[in-house]
């Protein structure tokens, strides 16, 4: 049995749990989630504890276990308190603003590149160079942020680029002129 799948989920004040079949959905402050559970995992709600187990325990339902227990214990906790991703903005002249929906990036191509916010994101961008993505769905929140970052990856010479807040980004020895 899994460590992780064992331990109960903790329900905060004001979230509001509900089950109609395989589908779970949880009401909070900030919004509305819901997800599908896989056959052979079975949700058990009480008062103030959710608690995720297995059917009969063969191997599919095992490796299951525990998935389902950090997915329903992630929608928890972003409609309780939301998540956030920072990614920072590095180069001469590499900016970043928020237009509407849409992100415009100034990062060294000739013209700007533009991201189209999903719905349910929040981006902002501090000092033209720290963008901060923000919502209640974990996982499109780390999709999203994954995405601007492919933009323009952090190459390894200057470290140029778009990184993750606290992302360190090792640094090659460019070529030396020969003897």
Do not use: C, W
């Not at 749990?17 to 402050?29: A, N, Q």
């Not at 995720?52 to 928890?76: C, F, K, P, W």
């Amino acid at each position: 049995m899994s460590r992780i799948g064992k331990k109960p989920i903790e329900i905060p004040d004001g979230v509001k749990i509900r089950r109609d079949g395989s589908l779970i959905t949880v009401e909070g402050p900030k919004g509305t989630l819901s997800r599908e559970i896989p056959e052979g995992v079975e949700v058990i709600l009480e008062e103030n504890a959710i608690l995720v187990n297995t059917g009969s325990g063969d191997r599919r339902e095992r490796s299951l276990h525990g998935l389902v227990r950090t997915l329903i214990a992630n929608m928890v906790t972003g409609v309780s308190k939301g998540f956030e991703k920072s990614l920072e903005i590095v180069g001469v002249g590499y900016r970043g603003e928020v237009k509407g929906d849409t992100l415009v990036l100034l990062i060294g191509y000739s013209d700007p590149v533009k991201y189209k916010i999903l719905e349910g994101i929040t981006v902002k961008v501090d000092k033209q160079v720290n963008v901060v993505v923000s919502g209640i769905d974990k996982e499109l929140i780390g999709r999203v942020a994954s995405e601007i970052r492919d933009l323009k990856k952090p190459e390894p010479y200057k470290g140029k680029g778009i990184r993750y807040k606290g992302e360190y980004v090792r640094k090659k020895v460019g070529k030396s002129a020969g003897t």
